[in-house]
């Protein structure tokens, strides 16, 4: 399964699946992160965490432990 972390800066990647339970799924789709949705990753910070992606035309930053819930095509 490839995920949203494993990107790399300048990548583009189609959300296939969100994993996750209850609020932590809800959140990620609240940001905009649904089925289907087209993403790139813009920075990642110096330590890994966290990682700028740009969706639906607005930047958003992401935590680590919430990319790997994003899984990729």
Same mark, same amino acid.
């Given at each position: 399964m490839n995920n949203l972390k494993d990107v790399p800066i300048g990548g583009k990647a189609k959300v296939v699946k969100i994993h996750g339970e209850?609020?932590?799924? /809800?959140?990620?789709?609240?940001?905009? =992160?649904?089925?289907?949705?087209? =993403?790139?990753? /813009?920075?990642?910070a110096p330590l890994g965490d966290p990682i700028e992606i740009t969706v639906r035309g607005y930047e958003l930053s992401l /935590?680590?432990?919430?990319?790997?819930? =994003?899984? =990729?095509?």
């Open positions: 209850g609020a932590v799924k /809800r959140r990620i789709m609240d940001m905009g =992160i649904t089925k289907g949705v087209e =993403i790139q990753v /813009r920075k990642v /935590r680590k432990a919430d990319a790997e819930n =994003i899984e =990729i095509e």
